[in-house]
């Protein structure tokens, strides 16, 4: 199912964790209109803290395969051992399902057809309803791989969805990283916006999640987060963002009512609307819808 | 002795916690950024590079004069890595494992391996600490072969600490496993305590020792503390929010350096650490 020709996909990433993207993201919620939400961060998902979503359909992620030995059928020939690049199997011919990459090599070699082959459960994802809009939403496996699959599928459905109600806005947690599901968080959408931090570990992590925006050719736009822990950093930041030629939307002080809020299970914007903060939320907001 | 720094949840201090215990314990310590993605700790350290490596990862290249279009190289990928179209054989390197499955089965021998160049390693020094990171290129998508290089300088005579990137999934496995302990840091809020419980699910999986920091301790609500007391995790150390903190991180400064009370806190961990990796 292709989406409505008009239809807006915003993810909000920083390449460093930890700067308040879901917080920025949570807000967004309560401000928005008629669209749906999405967390792509299905390795470390947190935007159902604050949103509390209640789900409506589930279904369990399923990608790729796990190698296992039959022990019965098993002659310890070795050359599983000496065929697989991973060292997932021990001088015991077990399988390690950890180290364990699913290439198929041993189970295809296996003169004894001794190897099964079955396929992994890695997740789950979810469909539901919260107080702010229709949300889709994931959880891997604790210890799985396929993050980057699991991503996808969740934006996949977020798109149906919102196809299915009419809306023309998909917001979007991305994970942290620069990785495999950070790119399968960003490929084809309207926009990224950037949170970053005044550090120079966030500038570090900015300036390259900023390059890998760049080389998918997805238009990126800057906020700073707790900008006055350190305003010249915040002055170097926003000028080498337009120096590259990315609009900055705004700046947020640092303001502890986004954790109290987090603790109440609010976004900023429902805890405390007329705060400093929450004022700085909406006016890049307001700067990023125009922008889209 | 291996340390290992993780974390659920991004952004809870992971970076301050393996920079300061490396400094506090310098020299004879060999600090590893294994967050190939984002990594800070060269930020803090500065150290002199003395040594730059390209790492590559073997991917296939098939020549078409002795292919013979049979398909077995595109039945054995599971990675929809190499593919038969008409009379040609596709690869897509980006997708490939390097598991080395369609070189084996090429009954025509048609198929080699070439370097694909997928991240920059370095190592040098610091006043006599040791460090090694890398850092993958923009654009790519695994990071897993890069980390097994950085892991690849782990020295077992020396006490060795390594930096793991957030998340539970197989960056982070890749980079704590056959490590001795792991410090979880986290900070006490909702998302704080929900991505630490990931972790600690993480770390009971692959069965290593384990203890808590609490960054930003005076912010948020006492449930961390509550859920490590539940589940007997110690609580390692504690630091509560300060402006001059924040500060001194945010200009690239060790705490252990600005403010001289840290160093003896982060030697005093690193003798507690000794004592649950000795009891376990």
């Known amino acids: 199912m292709s989406g409505k020709a008009n239809l807006k996909e915003l993810i909000v990433i920083s390449g460093k964790g930890g700067t308040g993207k879901t917080s920025l993201l949570g807000a967004f919620a309560s401000l928005a209109k008629d669209k749906v939400l999405c967390d792509a961060d299905v390795d470390a998902a947190d935007l159902y803290l604050i949103l509390e979503p209640e789900i409506k359909e589930r279904q369990d992620f399923q990608e790729g395969h796990r190698a296992v030995i039959d022990r019965e059928k098993c002659t310890e020939c070795g050359l599983c051992r000496e065929l697989c690049r991973f060292h997932a199997i021990s001088p015991e011919f077990k399988v390690d399902p950890i180290d364990c990459e699913g290439c198929g090599v041993c189970v295809y070699f296996c003169p004894e057809d001794a190897i099964d082959f079955p396929i992994k459960t890695c997740g789950e994802l979810f469909i539901s309803e919260t107080r702010c809009g229709p949300m889709v939403h994931a959880r891997l496996g604790i210890a799985e791989d396929n993050s980057g699959k699991l991503v996808t599928l969740t934006r996949k459905h977020a798109k149906e969805l919102a196809t299915e109600r009419g809306f023309d806005l998909i917001l979007t947690d991305g994970p942290p990283g620069l990785a495999c599901p950070v790119i399968a968080s960003i490929a084809g959408a309207t926009g990224v916006l950037i949170v970053t931090e005044p550090t120079l570990s966030g500038h570090h992590d900015m300036d390259r999640v900023v390059e890998l925006a760049h080389h998918f050719e997805i238009p990126a736009y800057v906020c700073v987060n707790k900008f006055d822990l350190n305003p010249s950093m915040t002055d170097t930041i926003e000028a080498y963002a337009q120096d590259r030629g990315l609009p900055v939307m705004g700046r947020i002080p640092f303001d502890p009512s986004f954790t109290e809020a987090m603790v109440q299970k609010q976004t900023i914007i429902e805890y405390d609307g007329s705060s400093n903060a929450a004022r700085a939320v909406k006016g890049i907001w307001e700067r990023l819808i125009s922008s889209l | 002795m291996i340390i290992s720094i993780a974390s659920g949840k991004g952004g809870t201090g992971k970076t301050t916690i393996a920079t300061n215990l490396a400094v506090a314990l310098a020299p004879d310590v060999k600090l590893l950024d294994c967050d190939v993605e984002e990594p800070n700790d060269h930020i803090f350290i500065r150290p002199e590079i003395t040594h730059t490596e390209r790492v590559s990862l073997k991917v296939p290249q098939v020549d078409m004069s002795k292919c013979s279009l049979c398909g077995r190289c595109q039945e054995i990928c599971q990675f929809q890595a190499i593919v ?153 150390m504690e630091i509560p929010f300060s402006r001059q903190i924040a500060e001194t991180y945010s200009q690239g400064k060790l705490l252990v350096e600005e403010l001289p009370d840290w160093r003896e806190k982060f030697i005093h961990l690193y003798e507690e650490i000794k004592d649950y990796v000795r009891k376990s």
């Open chain 2, 84 to 236: 038969v179209v008409g009379k040609t054989a596709l690869t897509f390197h980006e997708l490939c494992h390097s598991c080395g499955g369609c070189v084996e089965v090429c009954p025509e021998d048609a198929i080699t391996e070439i370097d694909r160049e997928m991240g920059i390693f370095e190592s040098g020094s610091r006043n006599g600490l040791e460090f090694g990171h890398a850092r993958l290129f923009v654009g790519q998508v695994m990071a897993v072969p890069l980390i097994e290089r950085v892991k690849a300088d782990v020295e077992p005579d020396k006490l060795n600490i390594i930096d793991a990137p957030p998340g539970t999934s197989c960056p982070v496995i890749s980079s704590v496993k056959n490590t001795d302990f792991v410090i979880l840091v986290t900070e006490p809020t909702p998302f704080g305590l929900n991505d630490l419980r990931l972790a600690v699910g993480m770390v009971k999986i692959l069965n290593i020792p384990h203890g808590i920091i609490i960054n930003r301790s005076d912010l948020g609500d006492r449930k961390v503390e509550e859920y490590a007391n539940e589940e007997n995790i110690p609580i390692l």
